[in-house]
């Protein structure tokens, strides 16, 4: 009987101290409230990124294009340059969520006939995106991924800290992005 309350002392002990030791909940994240497509549409330079498996090769000259398919859906195309100089480039689609200026993508590089699979689209938040749609911060709802997208290859140093800044208050490690060369850096 004294080994058993021991036991569950300790256990409560533990669940304690993880109590007191857990980070506090982060706030859920929330997108823009509208996102006029039409204007989002064209010429996107990636200025940083949290590191991600899938843009690992890429190591200058990242851009992204969106254009406008039949059906509402939208091409994305990105490319970046290799460290042996040449160009990769992907070619997506992407869906809105929601009505026509939910600032919610579902985006997808897989095969079109594997489109069926819900796993096969990962979320594309704009998370902040400045009124002359020049500037933009793309995320999905965990935080596991961000990019800040740039209507020119640089941007100036008092709006970027401004909108990390911004990136902060939600809940976003931004000691974690890294930066994204552009041609001239």
Excluded: H
Aim: aromatic letters at 10%; glycine letters at 6%; proline letters at 6%.
């Amino acid at each position: 009987m004294k080994i058993k309350l021991l036991v569950a002392s300790l256990g409560l002990m533990g669940l304690s101290v993880v109590a007191q030791t857990a980070p506090a909940p982060q706030q859920m994240l929330s997108a823009i409230a509208t996102l006029d497509v039409p204007r989002y549409l064209g010429s996107w330079y990636e200025i940083a990124k949290y590191p991600n498996s899938f843009q690992r090769k890429c190591v200058a000259n990242t851009q992204a294009r969106y254009s406008l398919l039949s059906a509402g859906q939208l091409q994305v195309v990105n490319r970046c340059r290799l460290e042996n100089g040449e160009t990769s480039e992907a070619i997506g689609a992407a869906r809105q969520q929601g009505d026509a200026n939910s600032p919610k993508l579902k985006v997808r590089f897989a095969p079109a006939w594997l489109s069926f699979i819900p796993a096969v689209w990962g979320d594309y938040w704009v998370i902040d995106l400045d009124p002359a749609y020049q500037l933009a911060a793309v995320a999905e709802p965990k935080r596991e991924y961000l990019w800040i997208l740039s209507r020119t290859p640089k941007v100036d140093s008092k709006i970027y800290q401004a909108l990390l800044e911004r990136l902060t208050q939600k809940g976003f490690d931004i000691s974690k992005l890294e930066n994204s060369p552009q041609q001239g850096d």
